[in-house]
């Protein structure tokens, strides 16, 4: 049985170097409502709360699940209250469902005011799909298709909920946007599983890494790290000031460099940081450009 966590730990279970996926896709979605003249700044935080709120949700569940299958025995990743024993398994998965508690409460208020009950349907499929991606007898993440879903709710269902909840509305601009912050966020995701494919492949964790193999898998990691720069450009053509997302690149080319340099397990832990804070740079440069256009 696991022992008495320190807040340290905690803090560090809710693993903040995750954070910027959840911020990025307030940003850009609050900047693309903007845009069109329909941003509210306590819908903007509700949305930010409800995000963050799931993000925390869903790494507790992910240490408590992964935790109490073993799949962490011989992780090179960051600390794990289960894993490593520190924390009590029931402690970390009640502190998932009071994360999810507080995404759902923010979720309810936010929906009121926008009068979008039909809303409610995204807000139990948000936390489902929090809870199930390594809960449960079938967990989706360990079959290949934890990518996808990190693709659909940090990008489309991320920004656009956040343009849409705001303005009724969804725009060319904000479905540029969120595939751009999906890649990244994706990204983020394909890094972490390229780096942990030889643990994952023992555990018997099915993931798109460990399909893939370690070849194709960077190769993807590259394709998504370039993709949001090539999307920047098109909206750039409409709104100028956009192109300074491409301050992000350089960010964004030192992780890509340890990825094509073959670098493995603890040498790409910095590619994670580097590819989330490409992925936070880019959302306030673009985010921000689209609040003032």
């Known amino acids: ?20 996926n959840s911020i990025a896709p307030v940003l850009v979605g609050a900047g693309a409502a903007q845009n069109i003249d329909g941003f509210s700044l306590p819908m903007a935080l509700l949305a930010l709360l409800v995000s963050v709120a799931l993000q925390v949700g869903v790494n507790f ?31 970390v998965r009640n502190a998932a469902f009071a994360a999810f508690g507080v ?3 923010a979720g309810l208020v936010l929906i009121a005011m926008s009068g979008y009950w039909w809303l409610l349907a995204f807000g139990v499929l948000c936390i489902a ?10 967990p989706y993440g360990y079959s290949g298709f934890g990518e996808v879903a990190v693709f659909l709710f940090f990008g489309p269902m991320g920004v656009l909920g ?17 595939v751009a912050v999906g890649c990244f966020s994706t990204a983020v995701l394909v890094a972490n599983n390229l780096r942990d494919i030889p643990t994952d492949t023992q555990a018997g964790k099915r993931t798109l890494a460990v399909l893939l193999g370690d070849k194709d898998t960077r190769r993807l990691y590259l394709a998504l790290v370039v993709a949001p720069f090539l ?17 992000a690149l350089p960010l964004a080319a030192l992780g ?13 832990i910095p590619v994670l940081r580097d590819t989330g804070l490409a992925m936070l740079l880019w959302a306030v440069a673009v985010g921000g450009t689209l609040m003032l256009s």
């Open 1 to 20: 049985m696991g022992g008495m966590a320190t807040v340290t730990q905690w803090v560090e279970g809710t693993r903040p170097r995750t954070l910027p």
């Open 61 to 91: 569940a992910n240490d408590y699940s992964d935790g109490i299958r073993g799949t962490d025995d011989n992780r090179v990743g960051p600390f794990r209250l289960v894993g490593s024993g520190a924390a009590d398994p029931t402690a």
């Open 103 to 105: 995404a759902a409460v």
């Open 129 to 138: 799909g929090a809870w199930f991606y390594t809960g449960g007898s079938k």
């Open 162 to 178: 956040t343009l849409f909840v705001q303005t009724g509305e969804v725009t060319g601009i904000g479905i540029g946007a969120a």
């Open 231 to 247: 999307i920047t450009l098109v909206i750039g053509v409409r709104v100028p000031l956009a192109l300074l997302g491409l301050l």
């Open 256 to 268: 890509a460099r340890r990825v094509v340099q073959g670098k493995t397990g603890l040498q790409l």
